[in-house]
C-alpha cells in the first residue's frame, strides 16, 4: 500500500549548465519527486515514458522502493524530453526546447490501490491532467498538494487556477506567482493563493529559500549555502516531494509541523542541486537530510 | 560628538516605479544611511551637494538630529542627480541617468571632531574617496562598514577590492557580489570577500533578506513580507546605516550581536521600501523598528 501517489512526468533531460552538460539523463517532475518523497514514505509514481525509455532508469526508481504501478509505457511515441540550459544565474532556468512526445496522448489510470491514498502530489504537468487524477480519486486525499510552472500559467491560466482552488498547498515559484495572478507582490499573490481556497501558498525562491503564508502565519526558510550549485533541475520537484513524503510520515498538517516539513524538503533540494540528473538524490540518506536540518537551525537563529 | 560618520551621496533622485513617480526627490547613500542610522546613535553625515539644492532638505536632516558639520555646498555645480526606473520586479533598479556633478571634484575634508569617531560608514560612492576618508582618520576606528555598488565595481574594480580589503563589514548586493568576484556563487563570492581581510561579508538580496557570512558561521535574515513595495531606492544604504547604528549603540561585535543588528536593519529597510524617498524613515520610531524585529523572530522559528 503506497501512503503518496506522485504524478507528473518521467523525462529524458537534456541539461547544460555553466559546470557541464548531460544528455538523455532522467529527470521529470514525477521523477524528482517520488524520489524525495521515498526518504520519507512509501511512494507510488504515474507518469507516462516512451518507446526509448532505458531499462536502467526503470530499475533505478525501483531499486528505491518506488512504487511502478502507474508507470505506463506509450509504445508508439518517445519519452517526453525536456532540454534546458542554465547561465551565470543557476536560479533561472532557459528551456530551450520541449517535446512533449507520449505526454501528448498521456491520460492516466490510476491504480485501484492508488485511489485510497491518503496524500496527492501533483507534481509540475499539464493542469487538466491533475485535475483528472483528483477525480479519480475515490475520497478526497487527507492532503493534495500542487505544483505548477510557467508553461502551463501562459497555455491554459484558468485551469492552473482551478487546481491552486481545488488543492491543500499550492507550490509555485516566485517568478510564477507573479505570472499566475499578475502582481509584483509576492505577499499579495499569496494572498490570492488562500482566497482561491488553497490552505497554504508556498513560494519557492530557488537559492533565496522559500515562503509559506498561511492565514495567519508568515514563515521564511532560507536556501542552503552551497558553494557549488552543479545544476537545480529538479530542486523545486524534490522539495514539494520531500514535503508531502514529511507529511505523509508525521501525519501532523499544524502550522509548526509544516515547518519543518518545508527545512527537511528545503534540505533534499539542496542536495538535489550538487549533481546533474538525479545523481546526488540517488545517493543521500535520511540522516543527511537531518544533518542539514539542524545546520539550518543554526542559520536563522538570533 | 558624533558616533557614527557617514560618507556618500546627498542626491536628488528622479525615481518611477510601477505605483508612481517623484522628481528631484531627496536621495542618496548617505542620506537613508544617516537616517535609519540616527534611529540608534548620534550620526554626523559627510556629503557635497550643490547650488540647486533645497534648503528644506537640510532643515529636515538636521530636525532628525543629524550633524551636518561635514556637509559641503559646492556653488559651482549643481547636485548629485540620479534618475531611475523599476518595473515589475522592484529588485532590480535600471539606472536612466547619472549626473555626477557636484561629486565630481569632490574630495571631503572630515571635520575635526569626525576623525576620532569610533564607527564609519562608508556609503556607495567612489571608492577612492571611500578610502581618502578612513586615510583621514585620526586611529583607526573600531568599526568600519563599506557598502558599494555595479558602478564602482565597472568603473574601478580594484579600488573596490581594496576598500573590502580595509573595512570590517563588507556589504553589497548578490548581483554585485557575483560580478565583483566573477562569480554564480554567493558562497564562494562571500569566501573571496573574507580572504581579502574583511571579517565579515553581508549580502544584500533586496525582498529575499541578506545573508552573514563570518570565517565559520553562516546567517540568513529574511526579507519581511511588505504587501506593496513603493520604491525600494535607499533600502540598502538605509540597511547599512541602521546597522552601524545598532553596533555603535550596543558595541558588542560577537556575531551573536551582529544577527541581531542584521535584522534591526532589515526591519527598517523594509520601512523605506514602502514610501518614495525619504518619506517613511522620516516618520518611523525605534518602537516601530523593534515592533517588527520582533516579527521576524516568528517568521524563522522552526
Request: aromatic letters at 8%; one cysteine or more; a positive charge.
Amino acid at each position: 500500500m503506497v501512503d503518496v501517489v506522485v504524478v507528473g512526468t518521467v523525462a529524458l533531460d537534456d541539461v547544460k549548465t555553466p559546470f557541464g552538460e548531460v544528455k538523455n539523463a532522467l529527470g521529470g517532475s514525477a521523477t524528482f519527486a517520488s524520489l524525495a518523497c521515498s526518504l520519507f514514505s512509501k511512494v507510488g509514481l504515474v507518469a507516462v515514458i516512451g518507446n526509448d525509455f532505458p531499462e536502467k532508469h526503470i530499475d533505478f526508481l525501483a531499486s528505491k522502493k518506488i512504487d511502478l504501478k502507474g508507470l505506463e509505457r506509450d509504445k508508439a511515441r518517445k519519452s517526453f524530453h525536456w532540454s534546458g540550459e542554465y547561465g551565470l544565474d543557476l536560479n533561472v532556468a532557459k528551456t530551450l526546447r520541449t517535446d512533449l512526445n507520449a505526454l501528448e496522448t498521456f491520460s492516466p489510470k490510476l491504480p485501484e490501490e492508488y485511489r485510497k491514498a491518503d496524500f496527492l502530489f501533483l507534481g509540475n504537468l499539464d493542469p487538466e491532467i491533475q485535475l483528472n487524477v483528483l477525480a479519480q480519486m475515490k475520497k478526497r486525499p487527507s492532503m493534495v498538494v500542487a505544483d505548477t510552472m510557467n508553461l502551463w500559467i501562459e497555455l491554459k491560466r484558468e485551469k492552473v487556477l482551478q487546481v491552486v482552488k481545488e488543492v491543500d498547498i499550492a507550490l509555485m515559484n516566485d517568478a510564477e506567482a507573479r505570472q499566475l495572478f499578475r502582481t509584483p507582490s509576492l505577499v499579495r499573490a499569496a494572498r490570492e493563493i488562500l482566497s482561491l481556497d488553497s490552505k497554504v501558498a508556498i513560494i519557492k525562491k530557488g537559492e533565496h529559500g522559500c515562503v509559506m503564508f498561511t492565514d495567519k502565519k508568515h514563515f521564511a526558510c532560507p536556501g542552503y549555502p552551497l558553494e557549488k550549485v552543479i545544476d537545480p533541475t529538479g530542486s523545486g520537484d524534490s522539495f514539494g516531494g520531500a514535503l508531502i513524503g514529511y507529511l505523509a510520515r508525521t501525519r501532523d498538517f499544524t502550522e509548526k509541523n509544516m515547518r519543518k516539513g518545508i527545512v527537511y524538503a528545503s534540505s533534499v533540494a539542496s542536495f538535489n542541486a550538487e549533481a546533474f540528473s538525479t545523481e546526488k538524490l540517488s545517493k543521500i540518506s535520511e540522516a543527511d537530510v537531518r544533518k542539514r536540518y539542524r545546520e539550518f537551525k543554526g542559520f536563522v537563529r538570533f
